[in-house]
Nanobody, 120 residues
Framework: VQLVESGGGLVQPGGTLRLSCAAS????????MGWYRQAPGKERELVAL???????NYADSVKGRFTISRDNAKNTVYLQMNSLKPEDTAVYYC???????????????WGQGTQVTVSS
């Protein structure tokens, strides 16, 4: 299973970016999909999580600015980021819990990360 992210880059404060993460490989089903980020010198933290394709969970710091969505037919998760701030600068990683069969066992996979830099 591979998770391939795209959409990162350099943006000015107040700007917008949309991240995408597509899962491919031997996939029977995907449970949770989400986005995490890691800034220099800090631990990786949850940004947004979509649980079983319906309910969502956001970090307090991004509520009202970021929106997570998912296209189950494409095994893809998105992160729409609006009103970006310099403190949003980090490497953003997508995560997916993937099952190979109907056994009910899920394995966690991570993308390679995409850099988001918010600066004037």
């Amino acid at each position: 299973v591979q998770l391939v992210e795209s959409g990162g880059g350099l943006v000015q404060p107040g700007g917008t970016l949309r991240l995408s993460c597509a899962a491919s490989g031997s996939i029977f089903s995907i449970n949770n999909m989400g986005w995490y980020r890691q800034a220099p010198g800090k631990e990786r933290e949850l940004v947004a999580l979509m649980i079983s394709g319906s309910s969502t969970n956001y970090a307090d710091s991004v509520k009202g600015r970021f929106t997570i969505s998912r296209d189950n037919a494409k095994n893809t998760v998105y992160l729409q980021m609006n009103s970006l701030k310099p403190e949003d600068t980090a490497v953003y990683y997508c995560q997916a819990d993937v099952a190979y069969s109907d056994s009910g066992t899920f394995f966690r996979y991570w993308g390679q990360g995409t850099q988001v830099t918010v600066s004037s």
